[in-house]
């Protein structure tokens, strides 16, 4: 059954995820933390949740242009179903918006395999890099994506190297004339410091260190499963394939940079980690196997979110 919904691009997809994640998302907020929010706050929530549906559809879409994966909508399955394994970082509103960010410049890096527009590809990747650094300053790590992108696709034009830094540049130029006509020259000095603060509070917690083990040990499995399959492929998807890893890698040490005890941005890893997943998912042949390992992947998450209800009140 499940297999049948998610297994094909429909509509109605996107209607059960929505509905799903905009329910988790107060159930999240209001029973799980105990969060309660004025009017100004909840118009605040609600700009979250639009950046949150908005993400899902950028994650689609980039699945689909890109031919990642087969035409199903397992990946956003596995982006929402994430969400609800580490409802945690719902709360993280810099770590949302981020990660928005993060996945336009990610359009606009895979999508530089059809080798037209380059340099005005990897010069709008840039700029979201840096808008994405706003929020959280280590995000700035994953310029390291723009510069591994040209050299898989175009090394040889000596221009394509320089956009990046115009675009640096240009970021900056807007982003400091901002601040001069706001009078909050202080952010660049305050916000740009770049450090390490450990979170020791949710790491030092059995259920969440568990979790998150589980997490990366599952990503790493699926992600090395995904190019053992990805032999007889052409070159274009195994490149594909391999800036998506890099982004999964520099997320998770931009995540374990940036956590503090406040925040936890490790949504920047749902994209690359639901792509994996899906991979595998689409190896499965027989329908009978491919709906109890969906049905497990829904029912695990839930579970752990119903069994932290419990225990949280």
């Known amino acids: 059954m499940i297999s049948s919904i998610f297994g094909k691009t429909k509509p109605i997809n996107f209607i059960i995820l929505f509905s799903y994640l905009f329910v988790f998302y107060w159930l999240t907020h209001l029973l799980l933390y105990k969060k309660s929010f004025e009017i100004d706050g909840i118009f605040a929530q609600v700009a979250v949740i639009i950046a949150l549906f908005s993400s899902i559809f950028i994650v689609d879409f980039i699945v689909k242009r ?44 895979l999508s530089l395999i059809s080798l037209r527009n380059s340099k005005l590809k990897i010069f709008d990747a840039t700029i979201w890099i840096i808008v994405a650094s706003f929020f959280y300053e280590w995000a700035s790590l994953f310029l390291i994506l723009v510069f591994t992108a040209i050299y898989f696709y175009e090394p040889k034009n000596i221009r394509n190297w320089l956009v990046p830094i115009v675009g640096v540049i240009t970021s900056f130029t807007i982003l400091t004339g901002f601040l001069v006509l706001s009078d909050n020259m202080e952010f660049l000095t305050s916000h740009y410091t770049f450090s390490f603060e450990l979170n020791t509070v949710f790491f030092l917690n059995w259920g969440n260190s568990t979790r998150f083990i589980i997490f990366v040990l599952f990503a790493v499995f699926m992600g090395m499963f995904a190019f053992l399959k990805l032999g007889k492929a052409g070159v274009g998807r195994i490149i594909t394939m391999r800036l998506i890893s890099l982004f999964f890698l520099i997320g998770m040490l931009f995540t374990m940079l940036q956590s503090t005890s406040s925040f936890f941005p490790l949504i920047v890893t749902f994209f690359p980690v639901g792509i994996f997943f899906a991979n595998y998912v689409d190896t499965i042949k027989r329908t009978n196997i491919k709906e109890v390992v969906l049905m497990l992947s829904i029912f695990a998450p839930l579970m752990v979110f119903v069994t932290n209800l419990i225990l949280n009140k």
């Open 66 to 109: 890109n031919k990642i994966t087969g035409l199903n909508s397992f990946t956003i399955l596995f982006y929402v179903l994430l969400i609800t394994l580490f409802p945690e970082v719902l709360l993280d509103f810099n770590g949302i918006m981020c990660s928005f960010f993060l996945l336009l410049s990610a359009r606009r890096l």
